[in-house]
């Protein structure tokens, strides 16, 4: 059985950081592309970065130059560092272990 943990939201100011954990059980980890998805309110679901199982990354053009996606095998476990945040980041963010399982989200509030 697959489950994802995430971590790591809150609430933070403008310009501020964060970085989000997602924990992976079930299928080998490394063997799986992984992502990180956010959604806000009244929209849909959009990605945010992706990683594949060799380590090729992926962005949003909205979080380029501010988002870092990374990966450690080792613990089963993806990142979303998240620097420079802006008022429209704030959604909920879903990691997704390709292709089809999702973890249940971790709320990104960004003040200005």
């Known amino acids: 059985q697959v489950r994802l943990v995430e971590s790591g939201g809150g609430l933070v100011q403008a310009g501020g950081s964060l970085r989000l954990s997602c924990a992976a059980s079930?299928?080998?980890?490394?063997?799986?592309?992984m992502g990180w998805y956010r959604q806000a309110p009244g929209k849909q679901r959009d990605m945010v970065a992706t990683?594949?199982?060799?380590?090729?990354?992926n962005y949003a053009d909205s979080v380029k130059g501010r988002f870092t996606i990374s990966r450690d095998n080792a613990e089963n476990t993806v990142y979303l560092q998240m620097n420079s945040l802006k008022p429209e980041d704030t959604a909920v963010y879903y990691c997704?272990?390709?292709?089809?399982?999702w973890g249940r989200g971790t709320q990104v509030t960004v003040s200005s």
């Open positions: 990683i594949s199982s060799a380590g090729s990354t």
């Open positions: 079930g299928n080998i980890f490394r063997l799986n592309d």
């Open positions: 997704k272990k390709e292709p089809i399982f």
